[in-house]
C-alpha cells in the first residue's frame, strides 16, 4: 500500500503525522498506532526480500519488549547486573564460535559504528599516544580495504589496518581470510574482519568454510540483526585482544621501523596498563562523575568506560533469548535454509530466459541478477542496451511497491548497471515465494 | 534484590546466564524471561533516583513496542515511510521549540553520539575539504567547553567548536548561552548546546529561561529519553543550518583571516552545494550501492546519507507518540513537577541536621548533597572529616543495594568529595518518597 511522501504528510484516510501540542484521547492515540503500523512495510513478510535484515522472531520480539519494559542503560552492573552479563556470556561465546580462547567485545547501536570502534582500537593499538597528544607528529596512518592491500605504496605512511569482508552488503562475497592475514602479519598490520552480514555462516558447518581463517582477525564485527534474525538494533564487535600485550611495541619495532618513533613508552601511565581491556584502555574518559571505582561490587562488569557512547541501549538480551530457545542447531537450520533458498533462484534463473546472474556463483543468500524485457533482449549495440537496462530494475521496483507485492532492492555496483539483489534472511520465506520473484518480475516488466 | 557478579553468574535460584547451545523448552524461556526481570533492576520504581532516565512511561514503552514489531531501519522511507517522515515532523517541532525557523537533524543512539555528530559538523562547516583530503594540511582545531574559553591562548590553532551545557549531568547547572554566544559570534566559532538533559525545560514556561539564548546555538543535542520520559534510547541532534551557507565563507575569512588558506573553493562539487542540508553534505558517502538516488518517489525523506550509521533504530515514534498523548501541556506538567519535588528535598536538606547542599541554590532535578554521620560531624580536622566523608556515600550506597529500599547516585567533583545526586524524572515520585531519601539515608547511615 504505497503512498508518497507528500500523500502522507497531507494526511491520508485522515491518519495525521502532525503534533500540534495538544494532548489527544487515548482512542486516538490507539488509531494512530493502528495506522502507523497499516502504512508501515511488512518487513516480516515473505516477500520482503529487500533487506539484509527482515522476517520477525518471535523470541527475540518478546526479549525486546521486555528489554523496553526493564528501560535501563547498559553502562553499569549497578543499574543493569543481568544484562551486562549476559553480553558477558554472549561475547564469550561469540569469540569462542570465531576461534579464539579469549577476547572481549561490546555490543553497539549497529555495525558502522563496530566498524568505527574497530579502526579506533587499531590506531590505539599501534599508536596510544594518538589518544593523548592527538594525532600531529604522528606519522599518517593509512588503512586498506581487502582488494587494495596489494596495490599500494606506503612511502613515509603507516598502514595500521587492513578491513577483509566476510559477505559483502550487494554480492555476499567473502574475501581469503588466511591470505590477508599473512600480509597483515608480515607488516604488523591489525586485521579487522567486517562479518557483519557474513558472521552467520559461523553457525553453519556447511557454510563455515566462507570465513576460513576468521580465527586469525584482530576484531570482528558481526551483527545478529542480520542473518541471525534477531530484531533490530543488535551488533557485536569482538577483539581477541582481551589485554593490551606489550608485545605488540616489539613487533612492530621490528616490522616497521617506520613507527618506531611514536612507539616510545607511554607517558600516561594508564596506556600500557596490561590488565586492563583493549575497548577500555582505548575510550575510557577516567569520569570518575560517571563511572565510580569505589562501588561495593566489582566494577570490571561496568561497561561504560569500553566504549565512546555514555547511556548504551540494552542489545543483548534479544540475542541471548532467541540462543536458548533455538540452540545453536536453530542458526545453522536458518542459515543452511537461507542459503539453500537461495540457491534454488539462482538455479530458476540459469534455467530462465530473459533473467541473468551478475555473479555465476553467489556463494551466500545474496542473488543479484538482471532482467531483460523482451524489447531489449536482441539489441545488438551493447551501449545502448545497457543503458536501457539501467533503467529496467528502478522502474520494476516502482512498479512493485506500488502493487506491494513483492519488494526486493535494486543497485548499480562499479561498471554494472542496475541490478536486482535478493536477499533471504527470513525464515518465513519459502519455496513459493521464490517461484513468485521470477513470476511478479516477468509479469511486471514484461511491457517495458 | 542484589546480588554480586559471581553470584549471579554462578546461577541463583536455578537462573543460569550460560549459552549452552542446547535449545531450551519454551517454559524454560518464560522462566528466564521473568528471572531476568526479576533480577534487574527496577528503574520505574518512583525510589530509583540513581539516573537521569527513570520512569515508565506507558505510551512511549507501547510505541517501543509496536517499534519493534514493525522493526525496520531508518536509512530509507522506501522501508520507513511513516518513521522517516514522524522524525521529520518531530524535529521541526523541536526546532521551533527551540526558536528556529528553520533547521534540521537527526535522531541517534544517544547524546554521545549526537555531540560527536555537532564535532564532525562543526569541522565541515569551517573546512569541508578536511572530509576528503584529511587533517594533514590543515591548520590544527581547537574546541573548547564552556568554561575555559576566555583562558585560551590561540597561537596559530583555529577555534572551530564551543560546546555550552544546559543542564549538566551531576550539578545541573546551566551555562549562560548569550555569553558564550557573543564570544562564538566575534571569532566565527560554532556554537553547541548540550541539553541533553536540560533540554525539556524548554518545554515549560516558568523554567524555559534556564535556556535563555539557546536559538543563538547553532546545533542543539537534546534527549527526550532523560527528562522527557521516553524509554531509551530516544536522543536528537538538530541545527539551524538547514543548508550549508555560503556567507559563512566571508564571516570567517573576516573575522578569522588564520583559516583563510583552507577556506579555498572546494575542488569537490558537492561541499558547497547550498540546496543539500549540512548533515548531509557532511557524512554522505555517495554509496549508491546503499542509497539509491534513481528511486521512484522523492528521496529527499531518505536519510542514510545524515549519519555515520547505517542501519539506524526507530527511535522517533516513541517521542511522537507520548507527544500526541501528553501535548506541549503533558511535558510542561512533568517538568514543573519533578522541578517542584526537587525543590521541596532542597527545603528539606536546608532544614535537616547532618545533611548539606553540594551547591546551594540547585536550578534543575538535580539535588547534590552531602550526608554527615553523627561520628563525623564535630571533628575539627578539615581534612581527616573530609577523608571520612569521602567513604559515606559509597558505603550508604552499598547499603541501599543490599537492602534494596531506594537507589541514589553519588561521585566526586573536583575537589569535592563522594555526594549524592538526587535525580527526580519520574512522574511517579511523591513527596513521602522525597521524605523517605532523608530518613532512608539517616537510618542506613546513621552508625556510621
Ligand atoms: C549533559 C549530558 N550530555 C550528554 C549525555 C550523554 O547522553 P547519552 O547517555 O544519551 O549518550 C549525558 C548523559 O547523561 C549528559 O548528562
Ligand atoms: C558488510 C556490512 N558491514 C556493515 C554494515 C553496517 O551495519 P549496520 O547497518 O548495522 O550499521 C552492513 C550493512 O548492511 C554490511 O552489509
Chains 1, 2 share one sequence.
Not at 43 to 52: A, I, K, S, Y
Not at 152 to 181: H, M, Q, R
Request: hydrophobic residues 40%; contains cysteine; proline residues 4%.
Amino acid at each position: 500500500d504505497f503512498h508518497h511522501p507528500h500523500q502522507l504528510l497531507d494526511g491520508i484516510e485522515g491518519f495525521s503525522l502532525e503534533i500540534t501540542g495538544e494532548a489527544e484521547s487515548l482512542e486516538q492515540i490507539l488509531v494512530d498506532c493502528r495506522d502507523t503500523l497499516k502504512y508501515g512495510v511488512k518487513t516480516g513478510h515473505p516477500r520482503f526480500f529487500n533487506q539484509l535484515s527482515s522476517g520477525l522472531d518471535i523470541i527475540s520480539l518478546a526479549a525486546d519488549w521486555l528489554t523496553s519494559t526493564a528501560n535501563t542503560n547498559m553502562f553499569t552492573y549497578e543499574i543493569a547486573p543481568v544484562f551486562t552479563l549476559m553480553e558477558d556470556v554472549v561475547i564469550r561465546r561469540m569469540c569462542s564460535i570465531i576461534g579464539w580462547e579469549d577476547g572481549e567485545g561490546i555490543f553497539s547501536p549497529g555495525g558502522s559504528i563496530n566498524n568505527l570502534y574497530a579502526v579506533i582500537m587499531a590506531r590505539h593499538y599501534v599508536m596510544p599516544e594518538v589518544k593523548y597528544d592527538g594525532m600531529r607528529g604522528f606519522p599518517e596512518l593509512v588503512m586498506f580495504q581487502s582488494k587494495h592491500i596489494l596495490q599500494s605504496k606506503l612511502a613515509g605512511k603507516v598502514p595500521f589496518y587492513v578491513t577483509a569482508t566476510a559477505g559483502t552488503t550487494v554480492i555476499g562475497a567473502f574475501d581469503k581470510i588466511p591470505e590477508i592475514s599473512g600480509i597483515c602479519k608480515k607488516y604488523g598490520v591489525w586485521l579487522h574482519v567486517d562479518a557483519a552480514w557474513g558472521g552467520a555462516v559461523m553457525m553453519s558447518q556447511k557454510h563455515r568454510h566462507l570465513v576460513t581463517g576468521i580465527e586469525l582477525a584482530d576484531s570482528v564485527t558481526w551483527n545478529p540483526h542480520k542473518m541471525m534474525g534477531v530484531v533490530l538494533q543488535c551488533s557485536a564487535l569482538l577483539t581477541r585482544h582481551k589485554v593490551l600485550v606489550t608485545a605488540v611495541m616489539y613487533d612492530v619495532i621490528n616490522l616497521l621501523p617506520i613507527v618506531m618513533s611514536c612507539l616510545v613508552l607511554s607517558r600516561h601511565s594508564d596506556v600500557r596498563n596490561t590488565s586492563q581491556g583493549i575497548l577500555e584502555s582505548c575510550n575510557e574518559m577516567n569520569a570518575d562523575y560517571l563511572f565510580q571505582q569505589d562501588k561495593h561490587y566489582d566494577v570490571t562488569y561496568d561497561t561504560g568506560d569500553k566504549t565512546i557512547q555514555c547511556g548504551r541501549h540494552v542489545d543483548v538480551f534479544k540475542l541471548w533469548l532467541a540462543w536458548r530457545a533455538k540452540g545453536d542447531a536453530g542458526f545453522e537450520k536458518h542459515v543452511d535454509r537461507c542459503i539453500e533458498l537461495s540457491r534454488y533462484l539462482v538455479r530458476k534463473i540459469r534455467k530462465t530466459r530473459g533473467f541473468e546472474l551478475v555473479n555465476p556463483e553467489p556463494e551466500y543468500a545474496n542473488v543479484c541478477f538482471w532482467y531483460f524485457p523482451p524489447c531489449i533482449r536482441n539489441l545488438s549495440d551493447e551501449t545502448i542496451k545497457h543503458e536501457k537496462l539501467n533503467k529496467v530494475a528502478p522502474l520494476i521496483k516502482s512498479r512493485m511497491m506500488e502493487n506491494g507485492t513483492i519488494m526486493i532492492g535494486y543497485q548499480p555496483l562499479g561498471s554494472k548497471v542496475n541490478f536486482f539483489r535478493n536477499i533471504v534472511s527470513n525464515p518465513a520465506v519459502d519455496y513459493d515465494d521464490i517461484d513468485f520473484i521470477i513470476t511478479e518480475i516477468e509479469r511486471l516488466g514484461r511491457d517495458i
